[in-house]
């Protein structure tokens, strides 16, 4: 049986909540985004901006990006190696201070910018103030409805891989939920 909460967070593409998704839902109905092949320009309503590159694929796309916001614009940069504690507690201190103008760029692994957009979304970012380009997608994080646990590895779509809680087996699907920043595993 599927978790509730999870599919409550799950949304279809059409509603436009991943800024960065190319026009509308796949044939197949999923609601797993079709990321940019180019980095988004920088928003030129913002008046403060905080730039992240997780990983190093993601650093030219963070010079890109700070070489285009004005001078007169406050800009926070971090480059880190992976979504973990520190980086989204250097998040966290960004929000807390994050005014009205405020802007968040974020590039890298499809993993690491789904979980950092999940929690600053979580902690009080809008969607508008967000914008994503991802650098590769192989790895992915599998949330069970059995356990609830998230599951990180190297896959695709419709393989298989174990939760890392119960040790089931799980398809991943083509729906990825907001909240946990995760596609759904399907224990079928």
Known sequence: MQDPDFL???IDVSVAFWVGIVDGVSQNGSNVPRWMTEPPGVDPAGVSFGMVAFGDAAV???KLWTE???SRC???TLRARRADESALAVLHCWLA???VGWRLMLAGSEVDVLVARSEVVAYGA???EIRIYVTS???KRVYCPQCRTV???VCVTGQRVACEGCGGSLRVDTHVSRRHGAYLGVCD
């Open 74 to 76: 406050p800009l926070r």
């Open 126 to 128: 809008v969607e508008a």
């Open 97 to 99: 201070e994050a005014r």
């Open 151 to 153: 599951t990180e590895a």
């Open 137 to 139: 997608t192989d790895r």
């Open 68 to 70: 285009s916001v004005s």
């Open 8 to 10: 409550s967070s799950c």
């Open 60 to 62: 030219p796309v963070l």
